[in-house]
């Protein structure tokens, strides 16, 4: 059961667009929610993150927009540049109980076209 | 660069075969995490430990084992290799057990 639902699987975005990229969840315990970026041959990146008790974060050109009655939190890159061509994870973990895995998405190919 | 450090950075063996994937932790990082990376799969969180204990298991098959060391680097012990388990297998460390991991650069392993 994928408890962490991402979309869309590629996006192909011009040169100074917008990149918008969904996740949903189901496990309402979750309360830490993390973007990852990652080069081929690389590992993942922290992002940025986000806790339930905001709606939106901002850093720099990212934002993570988050609905907690929805389950429901997106990834905006603004003015989207060539270099952030890469695969994007969205994660979500709960830190109670002693452990903090990851759950990921199953990850978006982002290509930014000159 | 994460400070986060694996070794090897790729693994050829053969199936049926056993190997062992190392990571050293971030400096002053008490947690230690394993993850497997596979086409099929996507990322899945494999065990984690804390300052040497076991902290949470995941989806890990009974052939694999890992192990944190007072030095708190860790060690993940693969056996009785099949195809599949061709993955990337990263390593990611944090301060706690519930802060931010940060990932390490990965170890391929391609089982023949």
């Known amino acids: 059961q994928q408890q962490v639902k991402q979309s869309p699987q590629s996006l192909i975005v011009q040169k100074g667009g917008i990149s918008i990229i969904n996740c949903a969840y189901e496990n309402t315990a979750f309360d830490y929610f993390p973007w990852y970026q990652q080069f081929p041959g690389k590992g993942p990146a922290l992002l940025i993150a986000?806790?339930?008790?905001?709606s939106e974060k901002k850093e720099g050109r990212f934002t993570i927009s988050f609905n907690k009655s929805a389950k429901q939190f997106s990834l905006h890159i603004m003015d989207s540049q060539p270099g952030d061509s890469a695969t994007y994870f969205c994660?979500?973990?709960?830190?109670?109980?002693?452990?903090?895995?990851?759950?990921f998405g199953t990850g978006t190919q982002l290509k930014v076209e000159l | 660069d994460s400070g986060v450090t694996q070794t090897p950075k790729h693994l050829i063996t053969a199936t049926g075969q056993r190997v062992t994937l190392r990571c050293s932790p971030r400096?002053?990082?008490?947690?230690v995490y394993w993850y497997q990376q596979s086409l099929d799969q996507g990322l899945q969180f494999l065990i984690q430990?804390?300052?040497?204990?076991?902290?949470a298991k995941g989806n890990i098959l009974e052939r694999f084992s890992a192990q944190q060391f007072p030095d708190l680097h860790s060690e993940l012990n693969l056996s009785s290799l099949e195809l599949g388990d061709s993955a990337l297998y990263f390593c990611?460390?944090?301060?706690?057990?519930?802060?931010?991991?940060?990932f390490g650069p990965g170890t391929r392993l391609t089982v023949l």
């Open positions: 994660a979500a973990s709960k830190s109670t109980g002693g452990g903090n895995k990851l759950t």
């Open positions: 990611a460390s944090s301060v706690g057990p519930a802060t931010t991991q940060y």
């Open positions: 986000i806790r339930p008790d905001v």
């Open positions: 430990y804390y300052n040497g204990e076991e902290r």
């Open positions: 400096s002053g990082d008490l947690s």
